[in-house]
């Protein structure tokens, strides 16, 4: 008899043993995050007209590594900037596609295009955007981006001047010396991971 009850309490003991880990791990597993998935990502100083290129947690700096840092010419400030995100609500862009553009003399030699909305008639941009809003006798309540397509980075088919101090900027894209874009198309592949890109106005 006194066997039976020790038997039953052993018995008892090591299922409250067993319900005990097994609620243990189950608590583990819901705390365990899972692993942040590292890609390349962009960051772009718009006013300074630096843009560095990191790899790993996008957005993080602290988390990524700087791998390369070029100097641009962005959209004409004021009239047909490059368009900041946080004003149509996002925190970045992606770049959604790489093409060779060979043939166009505005984009030569590549072009990479970044998920910023369009229309198919002026201002060729989004819309509202109101970054350009001012007093009416110095400027239009809309940016007007004057050329139609889609914004993006992309080359100056030789053309050095156009990333010079002294020319305006481009209607919105962002100018990149022939092989830093050829650099960037080579090395990015929109197919094969997520490639955010941020704009600071500074």
């Given at each position: 008899?006194?066997?039976g009850?020790?038997?039953i309490?052993f ?6 043993l067993c319900?005990?880990?097994?609620d243990?791990?189950?608590s583990?597993?819901?705390v365990?995050k899972?692993?942040e998935?590292?890609s ?5 100083h718009?006013k300074s007209e630096?843009?560095f ?7 993080e700096r602290?988390k990524?590594?700087?791998v390369?840092t ?11 900037p490059?368009?900041l995100?946080k ?12 093409t ?5 003399p ?8 970044l998920d910023?909305?369009?229309t ?5 941009g ?5 970054e350009c809003?001012g007093?009416?006798s110095?400027r239009?309540e809309?940016?007007?981006?004057i050329?139609p397509?889609?914004?993006g980075?992309h080359?100056v088919n030789?053309?050095n001047?156009?990333l010079s101090?002294?020319d305006q900027g481009?209607s919105g894209?962002?100018?990149?010396a022939?092989?830093?874009?050829t650099?960037l198309y080579?090395l990015?592949d929109?197919?094969?991971e ?9």
């Open positions: 008899m006194r066997r009850i020790l038997s309490i018995l008892f003991l090591m299922l409250s319900i005990f880990s097994i243990s791990f189950q583990q597993k819901q365990v899972q692993p998935e590292k390349h990502w962009l960051l772009l718009r630096k843009e290129l990191y790899y790993g947690i996008p957005g602290e990524s590594g700087l390369k070029f100097s641009v010419k962005v959209g004409t400030p004021g009239e047909r490059t368009p995100p004003l149509l609500g996002r925190e970045y862009w992606f770049i959604t596609k790489k060779e553009s060979f043939d166009n505005e984009t030569a030699p590549y072009f990479l295009e910023v909305p369009v198919d008639e002026e201002p060729y989004p819309e509202p955007y109101n809003n007093p009416a110095t239009d809309q940016c007007n981006w050329l397509g889609s914004f980075l080359g030789g053309d001047t156009k101090d002294e481009s894209c962002v100018r990149h022939d092989e830093d874009i650099y080579r990015l929109p197919q094969k997520q490639i955010r890109y941020y704009i600071e106005d500074i």
